[in-house]
């Protein structure tokens, strides 16, 4: 079996492959659902020697099988957001270690130590539902920041403004991490002009706005904020790793996590860098259950290994792709 360490300690390309290609027979070997869809597109352990040629699990499968890698007891489920009568995902999972080593590790190779920040989380969408792994995230980033401060933010917008006014004028490091359509009616409330704050959206508008460009959006946020980049996260119920961008919309992976962009009308071939794609992730971190999944994103792969997100695909269709959902 994996430990969480040997997947968080990979430092380079080489490592990566090979530890991916060892998941790879590990999930064929373990997980039920996988190794059908596996089957289905006869690829198997005996032909696939290079990550290219590996299946990719279509993300809807998370709504109807039980995409798990592992027979141990499962100890928490994180469950997507939806509207009343929608199908949502469900990510069964039966180790935190590897979330909990998995976003820690994340975070301090891109920001440093957790405890340097104070850690605001205004996440109102999140906290009204049960199962949120962002919740889980952030609260573990409250509880690790070791700052009073920290803390979580429903509907006070006012209490909230006063404390990030006050903190960001002592010098504190902030980390504000909110979803996007909260941060949008955090601004209309009140003009800032932050020196020490990093402003994380997470996404989403939820039903409450209309959706908006990334660069009117984040236009709109640097003003409002008085910074001059926006961060991101990119990161899904599915998945147990996070991608992180300092600002443009440009993403970059820990080590343990990578995209590829596949063909939109083929979904077993893949696109040149530059060129928009399917999004397909890699996260190893994603052991008990798989860590091969196509999304239902579109964006762009650079040369340097970093990434954009475009988009959805129309009706959320991965075409070429959807044996066995159901």
Known sequence: MFKPEEIIQIQ?????????????????????????????LERTPTNVKTLVDVPFLPIQ??????????KDPIKTTFTSSGTTG?????????????YEESFRAAFSHF???????????LLPSYLEREGSSLIYMAEDFI??????????????????SSKLIDLDQQGKNILLIGVTYALLDLIELNKFDLKNTIIMETGGMKGRRKEMIREELHKILC???GVNKIHSEYGMTELLSQG???GDGIFECPPWMDILTRDPEDALTYVEEGKTGGVNVIDLANINSCSFIATQDLGKKYSDGTFEILGRF?????????????
């Not at 060892?22 to 064929?28: A, D, E, M, S, T």
């Not at 129309?314 to 159901?326: A, E, H, K, P």
């Open 86 to 98: 929608m199908v949502t995902s469900k990510h069964h999972v039966t180790d935190l270690s590897f």
């Open 143 to 160: 509880n690790s920041s070791n700052h009073p401060e920290s803390g979580f933010y429903l509907h006070n917008y006012e209490e909230l």
């Open 244 to 246: 992180y961008s300092f």
């Open 223 to 225: 003003d409002g904020f």
């Open 61 to 70: 499968f998370f709504k109807s099988k039980e995409v798990l890698s592992s």
């Open 12 to 40: 380079t390309k080489k490592e990566f492959h090979k530890i991916a290609m060892k998941v790879f027979r590990f999930q064929y070997e373990n997980n039920p659902v996988y190794q059908q869809f596996c089957n289905l």
């Open 314 to 326: 129309d009706n959320s269709d991965i075409r070429g792709c959807n044996l066995m959902v159901v």
């Open 111 to 121: 920001y440093g130590n957790i405890e340097d920040y104070v850690v605001l989380a």
